[in-house]
């Protein structure tokens, strides 16, 4: 149970110039989220059908998953064509539409662009594979030489992070043995080489083809990769990116030239701005060791945020927690730019399994604290990211079987420990067994991924009716966030509070968690205007996060 908001006020916050400063954005994958055609996957049509919900909820905008012609050996971030729209999710047309119908509801609509990588069908690609080695086409690749007898050895020793080697050797046009080429992800996704200026300068093309579109912006994929080392040097940990699934490799991502694309990017974005005042925005995926280094993305010229990984990746410890809001708070606010904070995305195992034991019916410590966290990132000064689902409060679907599973990272290495389908099984509108809603018109039509029995207490119609869900916290939590003028932009001030209760002012507003299982006295006497859970007058309960504002 949680407290109602007792006010609703209408904030268009997205008609200022800085809208993307305290914005709320929903994250769609497209796939998953409303299936228009009956095929058993979410499409561009789906979307636009779901944008009152969106809408309802609150949110000041969606970042739609890629959608482009793909041979989906990674759902879409293995990009063929750029500038177009797969036939699995509608056209050019359709996209249009969705595009209008946001506008009109006052929903802003950011692209997932993949500059790091592309498809092995991309037609570059193909014509790097006919071309000779040392040919304009292959520098627009990372193909080398090999190394040992006949160049049968890999050019260096990374890894790729879903799990191999990050070089794949290529059969040339005469039918021998060849060169190699860079892949750190999978040998499906060619990486671009950086340093060849015709990269950029489609890159450009891309860009401006969708802002001339009318998209609002860009979500980043990979940014802190694009540049290698020049000399693509052997690694001393190679295995190191496969290992923690993350960018850490130092002569593969985070390389200074990096920044210099950003600004360019920057620019174009500030020249679409300049045309009718409406900012575009460039968000990143940046996966770098500190909050110093991240900083370092959202220079003044530079990107206007990226997201910030470590509140995601914190353990469920007030400490732990209050460490990372700072670090933040000092490095990456002090920019001028805003926090992008995150709890949840298509990577990673949902708050509601991650906070607690494996919950595959999302109930017990895990839904509280998984609450308790969202609550907490609504509270916190810069922009928030939202997963499809977490608004439901949907749990990881953790048993799923192995036939069923189309995650790169299982084929690769065999594993199921990193796997992230869990997270992007499509999800439940209404009914009482799958599609759930999910699949229109077709009632017989199975869902890409298959839907657990218990999805039926998440659905959406469900979770609307019921004032004690999830989703009515994440829409009170919104509603309250537009109507304080305190939350969004401005800083924090830590409050002293009891050992495992993390507590902060923003104005008048006091937000507090509590990490433990225990009740404990409240910072505030009154009752709270808005708590993830029951929370009498004076008390903060387990697991349980509440606002309450000073008179």
Known sequence: MHNRCPSQRQVDGLNRHHWWRDAVIYQVYVRSFLDSTGDGIGDLAGVRAGLPYLKKLGVDGIWLSPFYPSPQHDHGYDVADYCDVDPLFGDLGEFDQLVGAARRLGVKVLLDIVPNHCSSEHPWFREALAAPAG?????????????GPDGAEPPNNWHAMFGGPAWSRVTEPDGTPGQWYLHMFTPEQPDWNWRDPEVAAEFDRVLRFWLDRGVDGFRIDVAAGLYKHPELPDSDDPEADARTRDSVNPLAWNQPEVHDVWRRWRSICEEYTERDGSERLLVGEVSVPTAREHAQYVRPDELHQAFFFDLLSAPWEADAFQKVISEAMQDIAGTGSTVTWVLNNHDQVRTVTRYGEPATEGSGLGAARARAAALLMLALPGAAYIYQGEELGLPEVVDLPDDVLTDPIFR????????????????????????????????????????????????????????????????DGLQLRAALPQLGEGTLRWVDAPPGVLAFERGDLVCAVNFGTAPTPAPVPGAPLLASGPCPAGVLSGSTAAWWIRS
């Open 412 to 475: 690769r290495t065999g594993s199921r420990a990193r796997i992230r389908d869990g997270c992007r099984v499509p999800l439940p509108w209404s009914g009482q067994a799958s599609p759930f809603g999910f699949t229109s018109g077709v009632e017989s039509a199975k869902p890409w991924l298959p839907q657990p029995e218990y999805f039926a207490e998440y659905a959406t119609d469900r979770a609307l009716a019921d004032t004690r869900s999830f989703w009515h916290l994440y829409r």
């Open 135 to 147: 040919s304009p086409a292959r520098a627009r690749f990372h193909f080398a030489d090999g190394r």
